[in-house]
């Protein structure tokens, strides 16, 4: 009986093997082979721990070429059986017999690698890839396949641009902007609207690889400044400046972004109106600075700190601010005037002025200002002296007033730590 039992063991065990021997190549594709080792065994080379021995499998895999890509393809939709799963469960759990079984995801992984190193040899298999795109697991090395096959695959991708899966529509974007054909611009423009936010950043950021359209893209992108999203408001802006002098026409609306309730969108289109001219964006900011709005008031004296050493022309302007009626003003003038670090004859009396300021955030902030003019600010330390000792309590603003005092006047900042 257990001679009969074991037999009826071995049939089963062997014929799940041949089960799986036959599921593993359905489509009847031919395996192609160069030196005497089929495709699968130069594929399994790829993950071994030699550097050459991973150089020698990519190279057969380059030399068995186009014929490569049926089977490539066939393996890119491996689907294991329930039956095939569980077996293969089996026999891992066993320690008699090393099988070398590939779930599906392997078999998958191993086709796109197969395809990522043909490259250009690997057109046969654009279809297969684009179809890929929609998926969340392989649609990202789907689509740097698409880019390494080079060009040919431009057609596909701006097909997938329309896909009603959002997921495809944004690998495609990002592989149109890598491959750069000038010829994709106009897909990726009527894109701009997508409903999906990620979706139009992935388009922007496409879009940054074709200066040389600016004329059409400048003012598609400018209608795009309004989008309800803050990430797509910045990642437009910032391309907008990318562009420099060719986006003028986004100035007046990038202008009106400064003054936000976003403080990133803020920053990103005062850096692009820096980029697209420098000048007119400080003439602009220091006669906003005397607006009656204090909401521009405010959001200027923010912005005039990315101008840094650029922005002297602004100074004046600044400490005329630090007597603003408006605390929020006179603390982003002197972060501001810290930042540009120019005339410190014109800035430092007026900063030092603002350390019997009401306020103990503007008095603060203007004492860790007032370091970034060293020595040059020596007669405020005696005020900055006991701004320290009334932030005792606090830590972390004590450590910034301290390291103030240090690069103005290292021995009193000494002599005080000594305490």
Same mark, same amino acid.
């Given at each position: 009986?257990?001679? !009969? @039992? !074991?037999? %009826? ?32 065994? @130069? ?6 721990? /030699? ?5 020698? #499998?990519?190279?057969? &895999? ?33 320690? @008699? &017999? ?24 690997? *057109? ?18 789907? #689509? ?7 060009? /040919? /695959?431009?057609? =596909? ?33 009527? %894109? +701009?609207?997508?409903?999906? @936010? ?15 359209? =600016?004329?059409?893209? %400048? ?17 437009? =802006?910032? +391309? ?42 400080? #003439? ?19 912005? =005039? ?5 650029? $922005? ?15 605390? *929020? ?6 972060? #501001? ?30 004492? &860790?200002?007032?370091? $970034?003019? $060293? ?45």
């Amino acid at each position: 009986m257990k001679k !009969l @039992w !074991l037999a %009826v063991g071995l049939i089963a065990f062997l014929s799940g093997l041949i089960v799986i021997a036959l599921v593993a190549n359905p489509g009847g594709t031919r395996e192609p082979e160069y030196h005497g080792r089929r495709l699968t065994r @130069w594929l399994d080379d790829l993950d071994e721990p /030699s550097a050459l021995t991973q150089t020698n #499998a990519a190279l057969a &895999i380059r030399q068995i070429g186009t014929n490569a890509v049926p089977f490539l393809v066939q393996m890119l939709y491996t689907k294991d059986s329930h039956f095939k799963r569980r077996y293969m469960d089996l026999l891992g759990r066993q320690h @008699w &017999i090393d099988f070398h079984f590939h779930y599906d995801f392997d078999v998958r992984a191993r086709g796109m690698q197969g395809l990522i190193i043909l490259g250009p040899d690997a *057109k046969g298999a654009i279809p297969a890839l684009a179809s890929l795109l929609s998926n969340l697991a392989d649609g990202n090395t789907a #689509a740097f396949a698409l880019i390494l096959i080079g060009p /040919s /695959s431009v057609p =596909a991708l701006e097909i997938a641009l329309t896909n009603s899966n959002e997921h495809a529509r944004y690998e495609a974007a990002q592989a149109l902007g890598a491959l750069g054909e000038p010829s994709s611009v106009s897909n990726l423009l009527m %894109v +701009l609207k997508d409903p999906d @936010w990620m979706t139009r950043i992935s388009v922007v950021m496409a879009l940054e690889r074709f200066p040389k359209q =600016a004329n059409v893209i %400048v003012p598609a992108l400018t209608n795009c400044l309004d989008d309800p999203n803050y990430e797509v408001q910045g990642n437009v =802006a910032r +391309l907008l400046g990318s562009f420099g002098p060719d986006a003028m026409a986004a100035f007046p609306k990038l202008l009106e972004m400064v003054v936000g309730t976003n403080y990133q969108v803020s920053e990103a289109a005062t850096l692009a109106l820096m980029e697209i001219d420098f000048d007119r964006t400080v #003439a602009t900011f220091t006669n906003n600075l005397k607006s009656p709005d204090v909401n521009v008031r405010r959001s200027t004296a923010w912005a =005039a700190r990315y101008f840094q050493s650029e $922005g002297e022309p602004a100074v004046p302007f600044l400490v005329k601010c630090l007597k603003d009626s408006d605390t *929020k003003v006179r603390e982003y003038a002197a972060v #501001a005037l810290r930042e540009i670090a120019a005339d410190p004859d014109l800035v430092v009396p007026g900063l030092i002025a603002n350390l019997d300021d009401p306020d103990p955030e503007v008095r603060d902030v203007t004492a &860790i200002a007032l370091g $970034g003019f $060293g020595a040059r600010a020596k007669p405020a330390v005696p005020q900055i002296l006991k701004i320290i000792e009334e932030n005792k309590g606090d830590e972390l603003r004590a450590e910034g007033l301290y390291n103030a005092l240090r690069d103005i006047d290292p021995q009193a900042a000494a002599k005080l730590n000594g305490k």
